[in-house]
Nanobody
Framework: VQLQASGGGPVQAGGSLRLSCAAS????????MGWFRQAPGKEREFVAA????????YYVDSVKGRFTISRDNVQNTVYLQMNSLKPEDTAVYYC??????????????WGQGTQVTVSS
């Protein structure tokens, strides 16, 4: 599976962005998909994940109520709608695919990352 993330950019605090991650391969619908982020000087952290059928989303507490993960298993794409952005959301955002049960643990495939910069 190859993943291509896009949609990042500069935005003012309180604004919105939608990240997209396009996947190649015919088995996209069998993978849990996740979004992670890494801010300068910090470790990469889990942001959100979605079950293979799109029925369940999981979020880190800091983005609950502001971010929404979704997927289109026909278009082989996963999205991260980010609203009410804060400066602390500034990071490189990565999409990833996991072929095992559960949203935590090692992910098998990673995209290249897209920069999100939120100014105050």
């Amino acid at each position: 599976v190859q993943l291509q993330a896009s949609g990042g950019g500069p935005v003012q605090a309180g604004g919105s962005l939608r990240l997209s991650c396009a996947a190649s391969g015919r088995t996209f619908s069998s993978y849990i998909m996740g979004w992670f982020r890494q801010a300068p000087g910090k470790e990469r952290e889990f942001v959100a994940a979605i079950s293979a059928n799109g029925g369940t989303g999981y979020y880190v507490d800091s983005v609950k109520g502001r971010f929404t993960i979704s997927r289109d298993n026909v278009q082989n794409t996963v999205y991260l709608q980010m609203n009410s952005l804060k400066p602390e959301d500034t990071a490189v955002y990565y999409c990833a695919a996991r072929g095992k049960f559960g949203v935590l643990g090692d992910y098998d495939y990673w995209g290249q990352g897209t920069q999100v910069t939120v100014s105050s």
